[in-house]
């Protein structure tokens, strides 16, 4: 059975920090890319940041110099560390995991940043 379960969302100022985590528990398969998307209302699913197993990374423009990715590959984890937030960055954040063939998503956290 396989799942992908996030944490760490919630409200903050504007300029706080944030840090999600997602654990996938996928079994029998090789996890390969992981990567954090988010979906404001009214608005498409945008990717924020991608890591692959060797470690390399991508970002959003709009969260270059804020927003770090990482990942633990012996626990199947990755973290989206978030400083500096806006209130552009109100979204529900969602993990995605690739293990070839397939791309699997968690059922997202709401992040608010709001004063």
């Known amino acids: 059975q396989v799942q992908v379960v996030e944490s760490g969302g919630g409200l903050v100022r504007p300029g706080g920090s944030l840090r999600l985590s997602c654990v996938a528990s996928?079994?029998?398969?090789?996890?390969?890319?992981m990567a954090w998307y988010r979906q404001a209302p009214g608005k498409q699913r945008e990717l924020v940041a991608l890591?692959?197993?060797?470690?390399?990374?991508d970002y959003a423009d709009s969260v270059k110099g804020r927003f770090t990715i990482s990942r633990d590959n012996a626990k199947n984890t990755v973290y989206l560390e978030m400083n500096n937030l806006k209130p552009e960055d109100t979204a529900v954040y969602y993990c995605?995991?690739?293990?070839?063939?397939?791309?699997?998503w968690g059922q997202g956290t709401q992040v608010t940043v709001s004063s």
């Open positions: 996928i079994s029998g398969s090789r996890i390969s890319a």
């Open positions: 995605n995991t690739q293990a070839f063939p397939v791309s699997y």
């Open positions: 890591i692959g197993t060797s470690g390399s990374t």
